[in-house]
């Protein structure tokens, strides 16, 4: 049984940084595409990063998030800097057996999620 879980999320001011953590067991960690994803209030899920071979940022993050990977860990990172208020949302960590893709239904495992908060 794949399960992922989020770790890392809190309260910070905006500039700030904070780093997101993600366990992944009962998959063969290599062979999947690792990534994230967040949805804020009212809002739907949207793409944040993922990696495989290469990585893939949205464009509202890139340059500002850098998304990592430890293969002895089975565990997947997202260091987030000078966050913004808008990127307040609950995160979730997310694995796909095939390419990395930005819709959300291609990604068939999830966590749980994790809150993140930005005050202006």
């Known amino acids: 049984q794949v399960q992922l879980v989020e770790s890392g999320g809190g309260l910070v001011q905006a500039g700030d940084s904070l780093r997101l953590s993600c366990a992944a067991s009962?998959?063969?960690?290599?062979?999947?595409?690792m990534g994230w994803f967040r949805q804020a209030p009212g809002k739907e899920r949207e793409f944040v990063a993922a990696?495989?071979?290469?990585?893939y940022y949205a464009d509202s993050v890139k340059g500002r998030f850098t998304i990592s990977r430890d293969y002895a860990k089975n565990a997947v990172h997202l260091q987030m800097n000078s966050l913004k208020p808008g990127d307040t949302a609950v995160y979730y960590c997310?694995?796909?057996?095939?390419?990395?893709?930005?819709?959300?239904?291609?990604?068939?495992?999830w966590g749980q999620g994790t809150q993140v908060t930005v005050s202006s």
């Open positions: 997310v694995a796909s057996f095939g390419r990395i893709e930005t819709q959300t239904s291609k990604y068939a495992y």
């Open positions: 990696m495989r071979g290469d990585i």
């Open positions: 009962g998959l063969i960690f290599n062979g999947y595409t």
